[in-house]
Each structure stands twice: as C-alpha cells, then as structure tokens.
T-cell receptor, first 112, second 113 residues
Framework: SAVISQKPSRDICQRGTSLTIQCQVD?????MFWYRQQPGQSLTLIAT?????????ESGFVIDKFPISRPNLTFSTLTVSNMSPEDSSIYLC?????????FGSGTRLTVV | DQQVKQNSPSLSVQEGRISILNCDYT??????FLWYKKYPAEGPTFLIS???IKDKNEDGRFTVFLNKSAKHLSLHIVPSQPGDSAVYFC????????????WGAGTKLIIKP
C-alpha cells in the first residue's frame, strides 16, 4: 500500500493567518481525500482532490476557506485560510489505491 | 444525520478476553465496510473490511461480522492484547459514492492488564 508523508505534524497558529498542509505519496495515485477530525468526533470529508481537475468540496466546505492543490499524482496541499479557533482540528490526507485507503499521520492544528 | 453510528464512546476489556466493537448504519446502499485503528498522533491504519455480499471476514485475531437485515456490523478481537488499545473507527462506502467513505465517531478500546 502507499506510504504518505504529511507535514507539518502539528502547528499552533494565530487567528487570521493561513496554514498549508502537504501530503507526499510514494507512488502515483488518482484519488486523494482531505479530512478534518474535530476533537472527539469522527472524520469528516472536506474534499476529494483528483489530479487534473478541480477539487470537489463537501457540503459545508468551500474553496476560499480550504483551497487545495493537486499538481501531480504524488502530491497535494490543503490550505486552511483566515483561521479561527473553530478550525482547531486534526487534518488528514488519504489516498485510495488497490482497493484500500491509506492515511497520512495527520496535522494537529491549534488556532489561538 | 449520522449514517454510520458507533454508540459506545469507550470500551474496557481484560487482556486475553474478547473485544467486541459495534457499528450501525442507516443507508442500505452501503456495499463495503471497513474498520480502522487509530493511535494518538498517528493516522488511521486499516484493519479489516467486508463486502456486503458476505456476512463474515476473518484475518488473524480480527473478525468482522455483517448483519445486513439489522444494518449492523461488529469487530471481534480475540484474544485482546495491550497493543490493541486505540480508537477504532467503522467506515462505510456506498455503491455510487465515488470511493468516499462515511465514518463513525469511533470507540476507544482500553485493554486492561
């Protein structure tokens, strides 16, 4: 299965600023997903990022707040823009490959 | 509306005994179910899955049972080991979901020595 390197693993950010999270995959994958896990809750899908097309956002998530780039089949970024304390969460990237789903190690974001 | 529910936030089990984690779903269009384990500061790792055409799948100490009529699945871990202490997530995928998963809220399993 694919191996994903996700950075940063954690960050503390000031409100109003932006943070870009990166995921590098060790093989080419078509489908990549970005999730948010708020404290004590399940994983919520933010968007699906396929190379060569714009990301598809789920209800409640918009491109201006969570812009995503997918320049090639091994890399993607998620930016959390104009952050507020409500954006404090764990953010995870995931890929679908060979019938299974693999996750990055997550980014724990705290907004103060 | 939660389509995948894990009603037990936590479960404590004696080492060596069986751990049973439960998951209920509401969408009859789900055709594939997965269980993941998550340690703190790590991403979820895949444990076991089951297709809707089966009612049981086994892999070592892990067995998943699917009861389609009850829209219920369970993960059995036997025997439970200290390293099994983690949060367990149930996830489901629909027939026409573009490979997107719907997740339960997770159950924290604590294995007592």
């Amino acid at each position: 299965s694919a191996v994903i390197s996700q950075k940063p693993s954690r960050d503390i950010c000031q409100r109003g600023t932006s943070l870009t999270i990166q995921c590098q995959v060790d093989s080419q994958v078509t489908m990549m997903f970005w999730y948010r896990q708020q404290p004590g809750q399940s994983l919520t899908l933010i968007a699906t990022a396929n190379q060569g097309s714009e990301a598809t956002y789920e209800s409640g998530f918009v491109i201006d707040k969570f812009p995503i780039s997918r320049p090639n089949l091994t890399f993607s970024t998620l930016t959390v823009s104009n952050m507020s304390p409500e954006d404090s969460s764990i953010y995870l990237c995931s890929v679908h490959q060979g019938g299974g789903y693999t996750f990055g190690s997550g980014t724990r974001l705290t907004v103060v | 509306d939660q389509q995948v529910k894990q009603n037990s936030p936590s479960l404590s089990v004696q080492e060596g005994r069986i751990s049973i984690l439960n998951c209920d779903y509401t969408n009859s269009m789900f055709d594939y179910f997965l269980w993941y384990k998550k340690y703190p500061a790590e991403g979820p790792t895949f444990l076991i899955s089951i297709s809707s055409i089966k009612d049981k799948n086994e892999d070592g100490r892990f067995t998943v049972f699917l009861n389609k009529s009850a829209k219920h699945l369970s993960l059995h871990i036997v025997p439970s080991q200290p390293g099994d202490s983690a949060v367990y997530f149930c996830a489901a995928r629909g027939l026409d979901s573009n490979y997107q998963l719907i997740w339960g809220a997770g159950t924290k399993l604590i294995i007592k020595p």
